[in-house]
């Protein structure tokens, strides 16, 4: 594990054991995440985005249960922890923010003690005025106004966005290494939106936190992440740093996403907007070749037969057989 990696995820699989078989809903997936970095996680709904971070959490749902990999967090094996051990961990060295707020804060506690929540649970050493000098502090550094008046209020108290800083105050209280943030913006208006993501930029240059970011938003994306990682059905097709995925994608899959992002020509809208073609596929079912074959406008007849390997493409990877020596890339072109 290299020095400067805070978390390192290996060949993870994660199944749900079901009446009518194994859902194999992520499927092998590795990448790493350095000290200080912002990894964006994306795909549509249904990837494996969310699972990957519940996975990292270990809160994966039942019938849902991690049956191969490592998860390396500063080289300790997350997997190979009890529940009674991860939640030392959760809380206090991983962290995650929710999509919704009002389904994450509990509606008859004040904000001010779910902030003291986790300071109570993994910093003994603090008193309860400390504890709530802290959790002001939290508001404050939040930028939400009357921060010593907010801790004594509820959350239907709260506009959205104050609800969302309110749990990014949470996920902050015992300063993680790692942040998750779960689509954390889809539920704000465009303002509020840019808004929580300065917060997040400016949270990692002052604290030093790494970001996880799991979105579907490409706008999201290229504002506050470092590197990329692209999944379909459960696996990771490409991975390198924002500045080369969204200008020379290498993967059909990312290829497609950025043309479905609508865009202004001369001052006018597309008339039509791209559309990827065809149904994600059902991982219920046992699949030979690229999963992304039925749907990939380059697809030829041996993508349909033979799983693509992981090839290194200029700093990244990309899992995709024209990258591969073995074929004819004429073929492919």
């Known amino acids: 594990m290299h020095e400067n990696t805070l978390l390192e995820v290996n060949n993870l699989r994660t199944h749900f054991f079901l009446e009518k078989g194994v859902l194999k809903a992520i499927d092998g997936i590795s990448f790493r995440v350095a000290k200080g970095e912002t990894l964006a996680l994306v795909g549509e709904s249904g990837c494996g985005k969310s699972l990957t971070a519940a996975s990292i959490m270990g809160l994966v749902p039942s019938p849902g249960k991690v049956v191969d990999g490592e998860i390396l967090l500063n080289g300790e094996d997350l997997l190979q922890k009890t529940q009674k051990e991860m939640r030392q961990v959760r809380g206090s060295r991983i962290t995650m923010i929710f999509q919704e707020p009002m389904t994450a804060l509990n509606p008859v506690f004040t904000i001010g003690w779910q902030i003291m929540e986790p300071l109570r649970y993994h910093r003994k050493d603090l008193t309860k005025a400390e504890a709530k000098e802290r959790a002001i502090e939290l508001l404050d550094l939040l930028r939400i106004p ?70 579907h938003d490409l706008g999201v994306v290229r504002e506050i992440a470092d590197r990329v990682a692209i999944m379909y059905a459960g696996k990771i097709v490409e991975e390198n740093s924002t500045h080369e995925v969204f200008n020379q994608p290498r993967h059909p899959y990312t290829e497609a996403l950025l043309n479905s992002v609508p865009r202004i020509v001369q001052g006018e809208r597309q008339e039509e907007l791209y559309q990827i073609p065809g149904m994600v596929p059902n991982l219920l079912k046992t699949h030979q070749g690229c999963l992304f074959a039925p749907r990939c406008d380059y697809a030829k007849e041996l993508c349909f037969g033979v799983t693509p390997e992981e090839h290194l493409v200029l700093g990244g990877l990309v899992a995709c057989r024209r990258y591969s020596e073995e074929v004819d890339l004429r073929e492919l072109n």
């Open 146 to 215: 009357l921060p010593r008046q907010r801790f004594h209020e509820y959350p239907h108290q709260l506009s959205g966005g104050m609800r969302q800083r309110v749990l990014i105050a949470m996920a902050l209280a015992c300063d993680p290494d790692l942040l998750i943030c779960d689509e954390p913006t889809t539920a704000l208006d465009v303002t509020v939106q840019a808004q929580i993501l300065d917060l997040l930029l400016e949270i990692k240059e002052k604290l030093g936190t790494s970001i996880i970011m799991i979105t």
